[in-house]
């Protein structure tokens, strides 16, 4: 197992559409358990193969709480079958937008099929943290951030921040 690196915004590579995977075998599973071990040194509840520059439709989510049993999930292929009308409202945020959050309307319950870590085929009803964490997830395969849902004007403020953020690091 592995700690990735997860490629932070503004970044080319968070904008590429990720490819569905033909095959989960032992080379998938690999990345996948990688994934979950940088997603929980992160911490994140969340992590997507593209943030760690795998452009391949892979996500990993644990949701539960720190004084619950850890509850790894692997999506491959996932796509959304279904979509509550009814929308909520969550402040999001993203491993690869530190320390940035916004307020964000999505749907609330989802249904979701998707291959497990063993190439099994699934389907998970969804709602709470777990729909929210999982469209944020389907958004980064899209090469989309939470960001891309917000006004011109909101976006441009935190990726300027995070620009100025960056080029502070190289210069020191
Ligand atoms: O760790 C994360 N927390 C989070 C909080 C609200 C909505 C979505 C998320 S996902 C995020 C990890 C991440 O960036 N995954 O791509
Ligand atoms: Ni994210």
Redo the contacts with the bound molecule.
């Keep these: 197992m592995a700690i990735l690196h997860i490629i932070t915004a503004p970044d080319r590579r968070l904008k590429v559409k990720s490819k569905p995977v033909e095959a989960v075998d032992d080379a998938i599973r690999r990345v996948l358990d990688d994934m979950l071990e940088t ?1 929980y040194q ?7 193969g593209v ?1 760690v520059g795998v452009p391949k439709c892979l996500i990993t989510v644990d949701v539960s709480r720190d004084d619950e049993e850890d509850a790894p999930l692997f999506l491959v292929n996932p796509e959304i079958v279904a979509y509550s009308e009814e929308l909520e409202t ?8 530190p320390d940035q959050f916004a307020d964000l309307e999505r749907p609330g319950e989802i249904t979701v099929q998707y291959l497990d870590y063993h190439g099994a085929p699934q389907q998970l009803r969804a709602d709470g ?1 777990l729909s ?2 999982i469209q ?2 389907m958004d ?1 395969l899209k090469g989309r951030l ?1 960001v891309d849902h917000l006004s011109a004007v909101k976006r441009g403020m935190i990726l300027r921040k995070l620009e100025k953020i960056r080029r502070q690091k190289v210069s020191a």
Excluded at 42 to 48: C, E, Q, R
Excluded at 90 to 97: A, D, I, K, M
């Design positions: 997603m992160a911490p994140g509840i969340g992590l997507s943030q969550y402040n999001e945020g993203c491993l690869s937008l943290l929210r964490c944020h997830e980064h939470f």
